[in-house]
C-alpha cells in the first residue's frame, strides 16, 4: 500500500510516517496541496492521501476538491488528519469528498483503527495481556 | 517499592477470589501499573502499601472495590475489530427480525460494556441500518463489574481521542454534539441503552434471554474454571437460537460443549448446539 502524507508541518509528517511504516505502506510526502498534486504527476498513485486541513498554498479542503474532481485521482481513499474538530468542519470534509477524518492528537492506534474503517488495514488486533 | 514475590501472590489471589481475574506472575509489570497510580491518588505511599492495606482482615470494601477495578482493562473502542459489527448487521440482525417478527423484541446484551463503545456502536447501527425495527421492543442492555466506566458508559461523553478509535467520521457528526473538549452521544442513542453493574463470577441479577450476547474480551482474564462458568450461565440467558460473540483470541472449544463455533464474514459466532449438554 501508498500512502501519500500532506501537511504542512515536516514534524507531524514524521509522526505520521513512523505510524504508517511498521503497517506495511510506502510513505510519501508533500507540504501543501499545490506539492501534493504536483506529486501525483510523476508517479504511481496512492492508495490513501492523509490530508491535514490548514496548509499554506493550497489547504487540505481545496486539495480534497481536487483529487475528487479528476478522474485520474477520485478513487484514492482520503482521511482528513487535522487539528479541527468541530462537527461542522467534520461535515465540510465528507461533503468535499473525503471518506474519514482523524482527529489530532492522535494514537497509532486510532489511525491503524481509521485506516481499518477504510478498509486499507485488517480489523484491529485484540490487544490481550 | 516494588510488590515482593509474596505481595504479588496475595494480590493475585485477592484478585482471583474477588472477580475470577486470573493474574500470573508474567504479568507483575501490570498489576504495578496498575496499583501504583491508585495508590498515590489514595495517599499510599506505592503499591506494596496498598496490597499491604487489602491483606488486612477488615480491608475497606471500597478499596477492595477500587483495587479491583483498576485491575480491569477498560479497552475498548466503537466498532472496536469491526468484523464481529459487520456480521451483526448482514446476518444476525436480520436473521433475529425473521425470527422474532411474531414477539417484534430484539435482546441484546454487552457483557463486559465497560465504558460504553460496544453496546452504543450496536445501537447507532441498529439506528442506521435497521428503520423495519421501529415498533418493537428493543433491549440494548449493558453490563460491567465497574462501576466508574458504567458512571461514563451512562454519561455518553467522549474524549476526541475516544470518537477518534474506531467511530466512522460520518457517524460522529450525525450522532454526537461538542460540548467543550467532549462529544456527546444524542439522547435518542442513549436513552435506548441500560448499563447495570454485575459481576460475571457472582450471583447475576434476573435477565431475560438475549437474541445476542457480546462478551468480547472478557473471558481472556479468567481462569479456566470461570470461563466454563461464564460460558455456561450466558447459556441459560440464550434464547435456543441465540449467538454468541467472543474476542479474536476467544473460544468456547476446550472449556464447554454446549457452543458450535460457527466461522461467520471473517469471524467466530457461537450458536447453541441442539440438545448440548446443559
Redesign the interface.
Known sequence: MKALIVDDSRAMRMMIKRVLTPLGFDTAEAGDGREALESLQEGELPDVALVDVSMPVMDGLQLVSALRSNPDTRRITIMMVTSE???AQ??R??ANG?H????K???P??MA??L??LGLLP??????? | MPLSADEFTFFADFLRRESAIS?GPD?RY?VESRLTPLALTLGYADSSALVNELRRPLADKNLRNRAVEVMT?N?T?F?????PFEVLRTTLVPEALRRNEATRQLRIWSAGASTGQELYSVAMLLDQQFPQLAGWTVTLYGTDLSEQVLAKARAARYS??E????L???L??TY???DGNEYILDHRIRSRCQFEGMNLTSTWQVMPRFDIVFCR?VL??FDVEAKRTVLQRIRAHLNDDGVLLL???ETTLGVVDDYLAVPMG?TVVYRLKRGGAQ
Open positions: 474538530s468541530e462537527p467534520i461535515v470534509a465528507l473525503a474519514e477524518y482523524l482527529m492528537p492522535f494514537t492506534e486510532a483503527g481509521k481499518a474503517v480489523a484491529e488486533p485484540v490487544e490481550a495481556w | 493474574v504479568k501490570l482493562t479497552e473502542s466498532f472496536r475489530d469491526m468484523r476526541a481521542l470518537v477518534n478509535r474506531g466512522p467520521a460520518a460522529l457528526v454526537f454534539t461538542r474480551n481472556i482474564y474476542g479474536a483470541a471473517g
